[in-house]
Nanobody, 125 residues
Framework: EVPLVESGGGLVQAGGSLRLSCAAS????????IGWFRQAPGKEREGVSC????????YFADSVKGRFTVSIDNAKTTVYLQMNTLKPEDTAVYYC??????????????????WGQGTQVTVSS
């Protein structure tokens, strides 16, 4: 059983929007930090955003600040990444991850316990 399932990826024109979902399977996000990462072809995976389920604090990479938002549902089973004003450079496979880590370590991939399978986001110019 895959612990995290992403959905919502697809093809969109530059300037458009997409909302990605990350659903927990078999557990809730209580006391977890949920991170979003992306990996473009030929590039290393990078942190995009995260949210702490404990206090709702959020973090964003500079490249997406002001365009992306992250939220969690009341049941703490699904996290959403709302992506607006998309650019071709946002094209990548997007992954969500969950772990019991300090929010300030959100970019450290080794700190996460669970990973999803990824969803493709393609932004055309």
């Amino acid at each position: 059983e895959v612990p995290l399932v992403e959905s919502g990826g697809g093809l969109v024109q530059a300037g458009g929007s997409l909302r990605l979902s990350c659903a927990a399977s078999g557990f809730t996000f209580d006391d977890y930090v949920i991170g979003w990462f992306r990996q473009a072809p030929g590039k290393e995976r990078e942190g995009v955003s995260c949210i702490s389920s404990s206090d709702g604090s959020t973090y964003f990479a500079d490249s997406v600040k002001g365009r992306f938002t992250v939220s969690i549902d009341n049941a703490k089973t699904t996290v959403y990444l709302q992506m607006n004003t998309l650019k071709p450079e946002d094209t990548a496979v997007y992954y969500c991850a969950a772990g019991a880590l300090l929010p300030r370590l959100w970019r450290s991939e080794d700190e996460y316990d669970y990973w999803g399978q990824g969803t493709q986001v393609t932004v055309s110019s």
